[in-house]
């Protein structure tokens, strides 16, 4: 199994960037495709982005279509999730999971990370 934990978070103000990283050990990371999901206060946990074992598939939400970029790098087995021109609806715990495949779907994924706050103020 995979254990993942994620890194980045923190009080920003909107309109800023903000890296997240998602470092995984104790599994073959080239094995996994990777998944970022967040969930917001009283909400229920959504999909971000996704991306596939070889890193050249990429699935995005389409509401961070064009903010948000999902990368990997197989030697630091990290999945980094660059999220610019941040806005106040981003604040959320950011998870990062992984699976066989780049889903979308939170149930599809068995190994999550423990999250990483991002709060976006206006």
């Known amino acids: 199994q995979v254990q993942l934990v994620e890194s980045g978070g923190g009080v920003v103000q909107a309109g800023v960037s903000l890296r997240l990283s998602c470092a995984a050990s104790?599994?073959?990371?080239?094995?996994?495709?990777v998944g970022w999901f967040r969930q917001a206060p009283g909400k229920e946990r959504e999909f971000v982005a996704a991306i596939g074992r070889s890193g050249t598939e990429t699935v995005y939400a389409e509401s961070e279509k064009g903010r948000f970029t999902i990368s990997r790098d197989h030697a630091k087995k990290t999945v980094y999730l660059q999220m610019n021109n941040l806005k106040p609806e981003d604040t959320a715990i950011y998870y990062c999971a992984a699976h066989r495949d780049p889903s979308t779907a939170v149930g599809e994924y068995k190994y999550w990370g423990q999250g990483t706050q991002v709060t976006v103020s206006s």
């Open positions: 104790g599994g073959a990371f080239r094995s996994y495709s």
